[in-house]
């Protein structure tokens, strides 16, 4: 499978998506923000420049400050791939954000989502 398109789409065209997938759920952009800060490490600030930026997605996750190091605790099924059995690194972690974003829309709790 070619990723090449994915990772050089921008992370700010697709943050209004993740957005809105959570608010028709009744979530909100603040559990967004939190999931990414949780899987990044970037804070408010550094997810604004990035956006701002027009940050494609594989500079996103390269300058990401910290992958949490529970990252590799997020599994399932997310686009018809299991999540931890991903090979390519960089489309894994994009799948992670995926599920994350995925589950927070399915009304999972905050808790379960951000794995400790």
């Not at 398109?5 to 603040?30: D, H, N, W």
Request: charged residues 30%; contains cysteine.
């Amino acid at each position: 499978m070619d990723n090449t398109r994915v990772y050089r789409m921008s992370f700010a065209s697709v943050y209004p998506l993740y957005i809105q997938k959570a608010e028709r759920k009744g979530r909100t952009k603040a559990e967004v923000d939190t999931i990414i800060h949780w899987l990044t490490g970037y804070d408010e600030k550094g997810l604004q420049q990035v956006i701002a930026n027009k940050t494609d997605f594989q500079t996103f996750f390269a300058e990401a400050p910290q992958l949490n190091p529970n990252a590799s605790k997020i599994t399932g099924v997310i686009c018809g791939y299991r999540v931890e059995e991903i090979e390519d690194r960089l489309m894994q972690k994009v799948r992670y954000l995926d599920k994350l974003i995925d589950e927070l829309a399915k009304g999972k709790a905050m808790e379960k989502i951000l794995r400790k």
